[in-house]
């Protein structure tokens, strides 16, 4: 699709080309340029033919000679996307479908696009391939692309997913495999549904793709208060977390010993749901589903712990009470972390916030909202009040029920601060030092 060319770096390789603000990008070496993926693609080559279409209105090519992967310095007026696909499933487990209403409607999108599993690392289900799209991703070299599998089952899986071309996951994945595409797997798990031999079978058909397929994260499923008329779910209960903990440790040897990595991973919520401790640095390896909660607890820890090595003493810039305000599942490992590390002039206190606008059963930090973190710290004294950045909408200040942080302020008369998942931003919050 023609994308009109906003700006031109000053001495880039476009600008040198006689490409200007207000032409109109045509086509690349004769190919329209879809969206960012194509563009990317067409312009890492080291020559290329650009067509254009003036501001004026008269057509010419451009032949530009570089280096292969240098950028051309152009700024398309989109970002080249067309609208994000949508997603075409209905699946047992979907987080969307538990939403509340009247929330603000960014928030049940439901996007299902290769390009932004490309681009954003989103989890995508490939159910709504068209044979078009599926060859594009295999000749634009499209990898690695983060897909979320659940099961290789495909009886099973058309059942979770609710749609009828779910099946073909094994078929997908063996042709990216086939064509050098790599690939992360997503499976949420469900209880009596798609764990025990089920995912065995699972695990042991994406080995089989090694080494295209490169980890597979477990995550389990997350159910809200508003489930009426959906599929019955219930959340892992503690003896059933520690068996999928186990049977994955199992795998992980295995895998070890065949491909030299561990290749599957737990999410952090597993281990909290069985007590069971977050795992050393190394088994994470390069943790490579670190966005998908799978060892975030682990490098906060280390980075924490490392980043109280370098302060000599460890005080706090002038005494004062702190409340770091935590969804239940991680507070007892936020407790344990700051009480082994005690800082001189600061009294702490971690309090886990019950998650009453979704339901108790939703446990994590990132979905808490405004009102419950109000309601539940009313009346409490404290000096400042520290909170992970992820309760708010990125890089805004608004809380996921439209309670805005200034608002949270003015109704508890206590500073609230945004603290990035960064162990020494969170000592940096803790000794009173202003983050950068």
């Known amino acids: 699709m023609p994308q009109r060319i906003v700006e031109v770096s000053p001495g880039s390789i476009g600008e040198h080309a006689g490409i200007r603000g207000g032409d109109t990008l045509l086509r690349i070496d004769g190919v329209p340029v879809l969206d960012l993926v194509d563009y990317q ?20 090519e451009v032949l530009i000679h570089k280096a292969a992967g240098a950028p051309l310095g152009l700024v398309l007026e989109s970002s080249l996307m067309s609208s994000p696909k949508t997603c075409a499933n209905h699946c047992i487990f979907c987080f969307i479908e538990q939403m509340p209403p009247h929330m603000r409607e960014s928030l049940y999108v439901r996007d299902d696009d290769w390009r932004l ?15 078009a799209e599926l060859q594009r991703i295999i000749d634009r070299k499209a990898s690695p692309i983060y897909i979320s599998v659940h ?13 009828r071309h779910a099946d073909r996951i094994l078929d997908h994945l063996k042709r990216f495999s086939d064509n050098g595409i790599s690939f992360h797997c997503q499976i949420v798990l469900c209880p009596g549904i798609n764990d025990g031999e089920h995912l065995d079978r699972t695990l042991r058909d994406l ?12 995550v389990p499923v997350g159910l809200t ?15 059933e977390a520690q068996a999928v903990i186990w049977q994955a440790e199992a795998f992980q040897q295995i895998m070890l ?16 749901i069985a ?23 682990r490098r906060l820890q280390d980075e924490f712990e490392a980043a109280c090595s370098l302060e000599e003493p460890l005080q706090a810039q002038r005494k004062r009470r702190v409340i770091v305000a935590t969804g239940t599942s991680v507070a007892p490992f936020m407790a344990a972390l700051l009480s082994a590390h005690p800082i001189e002039g600061l009294a702490v206190t971690v309090q886990p916030i019950r998650n009453r606008f979704f339901g108790e059963t939703v446990t994590v930090s990132g979905l808490i909202t405004g009102q419950d973190l109000v309601s539940q710290l009313k009346g409490c004294a404290a000096d400042e009040i520290l909170i992970t950045e992820n309760m708010l909408r990125k890089g805004d200040d608004v809380f996921l029920d439209n309670l805005s942080l200034p608002e949270a302020i003015e109704q508890l008369g206590i500073p609230i601060r945004p603290v990035p998942d960064d162990g020494g931003a969170l000592l940096d919050a803790l000794l009173g030092k202003e983050l950068s």
Request: aromatic share 12%.
């Open 151 to 163: 099961t290789t089952d495909g009886a099973l899986r058309q059942r979770m997913l609710n749609h």
């Open 41 to 60: 693609f067409l312009t890492a080559r080291s020559s290329l033919t650009v067509e254009l279409v003036h501001s004026d209105g008269t057509r010419r």
């Open 207 to 218: 080995a089989s793709f090694s080494p295209h397929a490169l980890s597979a994260a477990l």
């Open 257 to 272: 010993s065949k491909a030299g990595t561990r290749f599957v991973f737990p999410s952090d919520e597993f281990y909290q």
């Open 117 to 131: 599993s490309l681009m954003a690392g989103n989890f995508v289900t490939l159910t709504n391939l068209p044979e």
């Open 225 to 239: 208060k508003y489930r009426d008329h959906l599929y019955p779910l219930r959340p892992y209960t503690r003896s």
């Open 275 to 297: 007590g069971f401790p977050i795992p050393p640095d190394e088994a994470y390896e390069e943790y490579p589903q670190y966005e998908n909660g799978v060892g975030l607890l």
